[in-house]
C-alpha cells in the first residue's frame, strides 16, 4: 500500500482540525472536532440570473423606446381598404394624328370643366422598420371615369372609363406623445391604364394631426386627426382612342361646324391638318364607311387643385386589430377611404 495518499490525508485532516479549534482553548484540550469531510464539500453551483425577455425584432431600438415608457404597436401590418376620388383636372396641350400618322397642334379644340371618378380596392402591407419610420407598398385595382366638355369647336360631353393596375411605394414618419401625434407620409405610384400607351405616375405627400383616446382594455383606442394632401401628377398622357367609346354619333351639322372651323386656319397652320383629319375621320364614321374610327392623341392633364384637406377616425379593437375611415373634401378634390387593418410582431 503506498503510504503517500495516507499521509496527504492525515495532513489535511490535522490542519483543518486545528484551524477549526476555538481561539480561546489551546490545542488539545477537549474541544470536540467537527468531522473533517464538511470541510471538502463542494460549493453548491452558483446561480445564474434569467436572461431578460427581448422584445420583437422590429421595430429597430423599440426596446429602448419601450423602456423609457412609450407603447409600440405591431410592426407588420397588412390593410385592405376602398379608395373612392372626384376631382377637378386640366387638360391642355392637346394634339392628334390618324391612321399611325404624326400628331399635330389640336388646340383648336377647347375644354370646359372636366371631372375625373376614381375607385379602387387595395391591399397594403407595411413594416415598422424603426419607432418612428414605416415603409409601405400599395397594390391596388380599379377604373376611373373622365367627364369631358368640350366647348369649341362645337359643343358637347362625353365620357371615357379606363380600368387601371396601380403600385406605389411609400414612407410615414410618425410622432406621438402623451396621446398627442403627428404623421408625415410620402408615395409614388406607377400606374398601368387602359388606352394609354405609357405607365403613368404621380405623388403623393400628406401631413396629420391627431389625438389617441385610451380605453379602458389593452391595445384599445379611439383616434381622430385632422389633415391636408398634396397629389402632383402634372405630366403628358399620350394613346389610342375609338372614337365610339368617347364620342356621341356626330350630326352632320357638327361636322359642318368643325369644317367651318377648320377652314379659318391658314394652309401652313399645322392646326388646320389636325382639324381636318379630324373632320375627316368623323364624316366616315358618319357615312358608315369607318365604324372603327380611331385616333391618337397625347395632351397634358393635372389635378385643378393640388392641396385638400383631410379628416379621419380609427378604432383599435385591440393591439392586432384596426378600423380605419377618412375624408378628403375642400378644393376640387374629395375621397373617402374605408380599411380594416391586422398588425403583428415577428
Not at 407588420?76 to 383636372?89: A, P, T
Not at 394634339?95 to 379602387?120: C, E, K, M, R, T
Not at 394613346?239 to 352632320?252: E, T
Request: aromatic content about 12%; some cysteine; hydrophobic content about 40%.
Amino acid at each position: 500500500m503506498n503510504a503517500s495518499p495516507w499521509l496527504l490525508s492525515l495532513v489535511l485532516v490535522s490542519s483543518t482540525a486545528i484551524a477549526r479549534q476555538d481561539p480561546a482553548q489551546p490545542a488539545g484540550s477537549g474541544t470536540t472536532m467537527q468531522a473533517p469531510a464538511a470541510a471538502v464539500q463542494p460549493l453548491p453551483p452558483e446561480t445564474t440570473a434569467a436572461p431578460a425577455d427581448e422584445g420583437p425584432l422590429f421595430p429597430l431600438w423599440g426596446d429602448k423606446v419601450r423602456k423609457a415608457g412609450f407603447e409600440l404597436p405591431p410592426a407588420f401590418g397588412v390593410m385592405v381598404n376602398y379608395y373612392y376620388q372626384k376631382s377637378s383636372i386640366l387638360i391642355s396641350d392637346l394634339q392628334l394624328g390618324v391612321n399611325n400618322g404624326p400628331l399635330h397642334d389640336a388646340s383648336f379644340i377647347q375644354f370646359g370643366d372636366s371631372n375625373a371618378h376614381a375607385n379602387a380596392l387595395a391591399i397594403r402591407p407595411s413594416v415598422m422598420l424603426l419607432p418612428f419610420l414605416s415603409f409601405y407598398t400599395v397594390i391596388s385595382s380599379g377604373n376611373s371615369v373622365t367627364e369631358v366638355n368640350i366647348t369649341s369647336p362645337t359643343t358637347f360631353s362625353t365620357k371615357a372609363s379606363s380600368g387601371a393596375f396601380v403600385v406605389s411605394l411609400g414612407a410615414t414618419a410618425q410622432f406621438g406623445y402623451k396621446g398627442f401625434f403627428v404623421v408625415a407620409d410620402f408615395n409614388g405610384s406607377v400606374a398601368d391604364v387602359e388606352r394609354i400607351s405609357d405607365l403613368m405616375g404621380s405623388n403623393l405627400l400628406s401631413f396629420r394631426l391627431g389625438y389617441n383616446y385610451r380605453f379602458g382594455r389593452p391595445g384599445q383606442s379611439f383616434s381622430f386627426w385632422l389633415g391636408t394632401s398634396a397629389q402632383v401628377i402634372g405630366l403628358e398622357t399620350n394613346g389610342s382612342v375609338k372614337l365610339a367609346d368617347v364620342l356621341p354619333p356626330p350630326s352632320q351639322s357638327t361636322i359642318d361646324q368643325i369644317n367651318a372651323r377648320c377652314a379659318e386656319f391658314r394652309p401652313n397652320d399645322p392646326r388646320g391638318q389636325a382639324c381636318q383629319d379630324l373632320a375627316n375621320k368623323l364624316q366616315d364614321w358618319r357615312n358608315g364607311t369607318d365604324p372603327a374610327a380611331s385616333v391618337q392623341y397625347a395632351l397634358n392633364k393635372k389635378p385643378k387643385d393640388v392641396w385638400n384637406m383631410l379628416a379621419g377616425v380609427q378604432f383599435a379593437l385591440n393591439r392586432n386589430w384596426y378600423f380605419r375611415t377618412e375624408f378628403g373634401f375642400l378644393g376640387s378634390r374629395s375621397s373617402l377611404l374605408v380599411g380594416t387593418e391586422y398588425k403583428f410582431d415577428l
